[in-house]
């Protein structure tokens, strides 16, 4: 218990937030139609827990460095566990949103405290062999997350992707509880509650405003009010950092090329990578007639492919600079968003395959080097605030990924739709069109509108790997001698090999 009870606590918590994060793409067609739910709402069904995860992980490490670790871990699988239950009797999509907002609160406790707790129990090479069973089960989690969707939404029902969580959980506090120590960070430490609350209100409005755009246009009221409130939030967090004893983040940092590089490639690679994937779902379900579990399955290509080469990765290309391998891996992320982009009227799922295989290797790349990239870039001392910051932006761009590429989708279908047929369509409402339109047009029409979406993720993916080959240099020092010598480099979390 002594060896593998705090390994196992934390991988169990590790394994139902990253779950979440995939699991719910096969069901968002089921959810549509039990819930009558709207594009936006899907949107926001996906936006929501990464959005509130990407918006508090840094504030919950620090409250967690100054409560305690294991208390803010368990507090956050018991509103994970509370926030499951109530996705899972939702009765519309307005109290699933806020459910999966308040999920993605507690997956922030539980994300923010997990390497910690690993550090604080486990040294040497037990450190290392933890941490490596650690990303395994990270890596688990992607794989099997929309594998499992299908299985439970095509058995069950959608609502038990949320219920399965809540036998996971008890056992998860139990576990923690009893084997996990408690640990603290430096004294003195303060939470930036400023820096915190403006930051969600930047990421936040930026998503809704991106939303609004694709509902009403760029130009709307709604969406300009939004556009201005996210920036007046990102002013104010910016002062707010500079004043503050203890900041989420050093805007210092932002000053080193490296830094700005890694942050570009983190904040791309989780939006091109994934961002479109929700759509790719929709569509082979709805159009193509495919059941949940073959909708899951149809993602094996891109995550198998993205687990051998992260194997691969670190056992060949140790002591490569991180340009190179997160560059060529966005590269041919961007590659592979290219080779999808030959849908049409007529086309099936397996033209996906080859642009899903490039983009599992690239993700194969970048996944395991992002974070040691951010880490090298920095001073130790502030390897744990590099850690946090570079897997924060991973999950807004996840975030703003799936609001972008839902834009792109039904802008470019209302070359052939209506507005409101556009934003059924892409909402898994075919069903319901098939009275007023031809088979021919709708599948050309949400084809042409999949194609726009992956063109600009491919460009954005090759944008991002020429900033990252300009600007990230090689590191310093050894990452895993940090890793080895300094607590503080676990403080906040590190790469992790999925969405």
């Known amino acids: 218990m002594r060896t593998w009870g705090p390994l196992t606590a934390v991988c169990l918590g590790t394994f139902m937030l990253l779950l979440d994060v995939t699991i719910v793409i096969v069901a968002l067609p089921d959810m549509a139609r039990a819930l009558h739910a709207s594009l936006s709402d899907l949107q926001w069904v996906v936006d929501g827990y990464a959005l509130a995860l990407a918006a508090l992980l840094l504030g919950a490490g620090a409250t967690a460095d100054v409560l305690g670790r294991r208390r803010v871990h368990v507090a956050g699988v018991v509103v994970f566990a509370t926030a499951s ?90 576990l923690t509880l009893r084997a996990v120590p408690e640990s603290r960070g430096t004294r003195g430490m303060r939470v930036d509650w400023a820096g915190t609350a403006t930051f969600a209100v930047f990421a936040g409005g930026t998503a809704y405003a991106v939303v609004r755009a694709g509902e009403d246009g760029w130009t709307a009221s709604a969406t300009l009010v939004s556009f201005g409130l996210a920036a007046l939030a990102l002013v104010c967090f910016v002062l707010a950092e500079r004043r503050a004893a203890h900041p989420l983040l050093d805007l210092s940092l932002l000053r080193r090329p490296a830094f700005v590089g890694v942050m570009v490639a983190a904040l791309a690679f989780n939006g091109v990578a994934f961002g479109v994937t929700p759509y790719l779902s929709i569509w082979m379900q709805t159009l193509l007639g495919m059941s949940p579990v073959r909708g899951g399955l149809t993602l094996l290509p891109m995550t198998v492919a993205a687990m051998v080469t992260a194997v691969v990765v670190g056992k060949r290309f140790h002591g490569v600079s991180a340009r190179l391998t997160i560059g060529g891996g966005l590269l041919l992320i961007g590659a592979g968003c290219f080779c ?75 070359d052939t739709l209506p507005h409101d047929a556009a934003h059924a369509l892409a909402g898994g409402g075919a069903g319901g069109l098939r009275g007023t339109f031809s088979e021919h047009t709708l599948r050309s029409a949400f084809a042409s509108g999949l194609d726009a979406a992956l063109v600009t993720a491919g460009c954005a993916g090759m944008v991002a790997a020429v900033l990252v080959l300009v600007l990230v240099r090689p590191p310093r020092a050894a990452v895993e001698k940090t890793a080895e010598t300094d607590p503080t480099a676990l403080s906040t979390p590190g790469a992790l090999p999925r969405p």
């Open 340 to 414: 999808q982009a030959v849908l049409g009227a007529g086309s099936d799922w397996t033209a996906l395959v080859p642009g899903f295989v490039l983009v599992g290797i690239g993700t194969g790349f970048v996944a395991p080097t992002v974070a040691g990239a951010a880490l090298a870039a920095v001073e130790p001392a502030r390897a744990g605030m590099a850690g946090g910051a570079v897997n924060t932006v991973r999950q807004l761009g996840y975030a703003l990924g799936v609001a972008v590429f839902g834009t792109v989708v039904t802008s470019r279908m209302t």
């Open 85 to 174: 239950l109530l996705c899972g009797l939702a009765s519309g999509p307005d109290t699933l949103v806020a459910a999966r907002a308040l999920q993605g609160v507690g997956a922030a406790a539980m994300l923010a405290t997990t390497l910690p707790l690993l550090g604080s129990v486990y040294q040497g090479r037990q450190r290392s062999a933890a941490l490596g069973v650690w990303g395994a089960v990270s890596g688990a989690a992607a794989a099997v997350g929309p594998v499992l969707g299908g299985l439970l939404t095509e058995g069950p029902g959608w609502r038990w992707i949320f219920y399965v969580n809540l036998p996971v959980s008890v056992a998860a506090v139990w």
